[in-house]
């Protein structure tokens, strides 16, 4: 069974930065997509942005400039530099990640999350 684990979560001041890391175990398989999303008290968990295999990202226009997804070097890990940070980016931030399988018949996906890690930004 594939587990995602994240780290790097914390308290940070507006305008500051943190690093939101994520490592995948339990597949031999390298992942298609990784990505983050979150969830603040009240709301529906939203994308914050992903990466596929091939380099693609997709990020929200709410972080666009100041968020960036990338792999890390190790097989299955991507992590989330976030900069000028905004109180309303608070929230509980989870990793995300998908494999696609494909046969002449069928396309599947297979989709795994983590626990979650708080991020608060508040003065």
């Known amino acids: 069974q594939v587990q995602l684990v994240e780290s790097g979560g914390g308290l940070v001041q507006p305008g500051g930065s943190l690093r939101l890391s994520c490592a995948a175990s339990g597949t031999i398989f390298s992942l298609d997509i990784m990505g983050w999303y979150r969830q603040a008290p009240g709301k529906q968990r939203e994308l914050v942005a992903t990466l596929t295999s091939g380099g693609n990202t997709n990020y929200a226009d709410s972080v666009k400039g100041r968020f960036t997804i990338s792999r890390g070097n190790a097989k299955n890990t991507v992590s989330l530099q976030m900069n000028s940070l905004k109180p309303e980016d608070t929230a509980v931030y989870y990793c995300?990640?998908?494999?696609?399988?494909?046969?002449?018949?069928?396309?599947?996906?297979?989709?795994?999350w983590g626990q979650g890690t708080q991020v608060t930004v508040s003065s």
């Open positions: 995300n990640a998908v494999r696609i399988t494909t046969t002449p018949e069928s396309r599947n996906e297979y989709d795994y």
